[in-house]
């Protein structure tokens, strides 16, 4: 019973990784779902990073200054639900 537990527990650990590591890049996903891909190219999805939006840049900068705080930290704070 304490096998299946540990399994059961690290799981979510392994799986996370694994697609954490392996949808980083759109491409990766082009070969078996092309429409969906050319899809989300055009979304405001695809376009929320921080390098492509100049508002989500603005305020990242905006909180950095009215916080002290460097980006990272802004950016990882940010992070945590965005």
């Known amino acids: 019973m304490g096998k299946y537990f540990v399994v059961l527990a690290l799981l979510p650990l ?12 759109p491409a990766n996903c082009q070969a078996c779902h092309p ?15 921080e390098d492509k939006n100049p508002l989500y840049q603005a305020a990242i900068t905006h909180v950095q200054k009215s916080t002290y ?3 990272a930290e802004v950016t990882i ?3 945590k639900c965005h």
């Not at 392994?14 to 890049?25: E, G, V, Y």
């Open 77 to 79: 704070g940010c992070a």
């Open 35 to 49: 429409e969906h891909v050319s899809q989300w190219e055009t979304s405001w999805h695809a376009n929320s990073h």
């Open 69 to 71: 705080q460097t980006r």
């Open 14 to 25: 392994c799986l996370w990784a694994n697609i954490n590591q392996r949808f980083i890049n």
